[in-house]
């Protein structure tokens, strides 16, 4: 890092308190890292924004029971975030958990009664808070 700082960016990215810790593990370890910048855990209405532009990126509806369900999940899990709370990342893992509870619920239908907006349509009963 030394040799060829003028050519190098190197980037440490993570939790605060865990960067803390990595930055004192070392004592020249500080110094070499110079710029420090804090971001903000989203809120709630930001994580049901980002779910909701996952959904739309992957050409998905969702019912407004859905969306309001959604939403109230993302206000609570903010509210209660703890230690492992991973912004976007548990965004994408309960719409990941959305994705497999929809296709849980159709896999009884008969492959032939099977329709597109069928496949593309997220519902409440897609969304349960206990498989979170």
């Known amino acids: 890092m030394e040799d060829n ?5 190197v980037i440490a990215a993570g939790y605060t308190d865990l960067m803390e810790n990595f930055l004192n593990s070392n004592p020249g370890l500080r110094s070499r890292f110079s710029k420090t910048l804090f971001f903000e855990d989203y809120d709630g209405a930001q994580l049901h ?3 909701c532009k996952m959904c739309r990126d992957s050409g998905m ?3 407004e029971e859905a969306n309001e369900r959604m939403r109230a999940y993302f206000h609570d899990l903010y509210e209660n975030r703890g ?3 991973a912004n976007a990342r548990d965004v994408r893992n309960a719409f990941e958990k959305v994705l497999a509870g929809q ?3 159709l896999a009884s239908v008969a492959d032939a009664d099977l329709t597109d907006e ?3 349509e997220i519902r409440a009963e ?3 808070q206990e498989d979170f």
């Open 118 to 120: 069928m496949l593309m």
């Open 83 to 85: 230690a492992n709370f």
């Open 61 to 63: 509806t969702v019912t």
């Open 49 to 51: 924004e980002i779910f």
């Open 126 to 128: 897609d969304a349960q």
């Open 103 to 105: 296709a849980n619920r």
């Open 5 to 9: 700082r003028g050519d190098l960016i």
